[in-house]
């Protein structure tokens, strides 16, 4: 899946600058979905020459791994760069810093999408390089990408359902020794 992924996206500016996103679809009426995919990117730290993608091309798949090139466009849902949102960029803290503050751009890509019944249902997988080179727990960042997918399975096409969300984004940054709280829950409109 990832190997198809990465030789039918488009890749644009392979530099060092994601630090997270997600991907969630809502069901809008009929076979429509709505595609959001939310990026965040280092604007302290990553290249000046990595901005975020214009237009975003997510990849449509079956469920067993093929491209479904006779969806959207050739089966990818190009949804254009309409702005972005600096974050925290000025932390206060009471655990103190060692080196820079952190900045984070965050954008959000939205776009409808026609999902006809299919048994095995849809892969929706957007795939970017690469990570920031302040990461110390990936092995090589500068050449570790992202990729973001979610499963829309067949009981969400026959029920229409839509995906669940997370409530809240995890901290920009965590404190040393210092207790995490992180609140990884998520909510189902349906259920």
Excluded at 142 to 171: C, H, I, M
Aim: glycine share 8%; with cysteine; net charge negative.
């Amino acid at each position: 899946f990832a190997l198809l992924a990465i030789i039918f996206m488009p890749s644009q500016g392979f530099s060092t600058h994601i630090v997270g996103g997600n991907i969630t679809y809502k069901h809008v009426s009929g076979d429509v979905y709505q595609v959001r995919l939310v990026l965040r990117r280092d604007c302290y730290l990553g290249s000046p020459e990595a901005q975020f993608d214009d237009p975003a091309a997510i990849g449509i798949f079956t469920g067993g791994g093929t491209l479904a090139s006779w969806l959207a466009n050739n089966g990818q849902l190009k949804i254009p760069f309409m702005s972005s949102d600096t974050l925290n960029e000025y932390i206060q803290s009471d655990c103190g810093f060692e080196g820079t503050q952190v900045c984070v751009h965050e954008t959000i890509y939205q776009g409808n999408v026609t999902l006809p019944f299919r048994v095995g249902g849809y892969v929706l997988a957007y795939q970017r390089c690469c990570r920031n080179a302040s990461l110390n727990n990936i092995r090589d960042p500068l050449e570790t990408g992202s990729t973001y997918y979610v499963n829309v399975t067949e009981q969400a096409l026959t029920f229409k359902n839509s995906s669940p969300v997370f409530k809240r984004w995890p901290d920009v940054y965590i404190c040393a020794n210092k207790p995490l709280f992180l609140d990884n829950s998520a909510t189902d409109k349906d259920g």
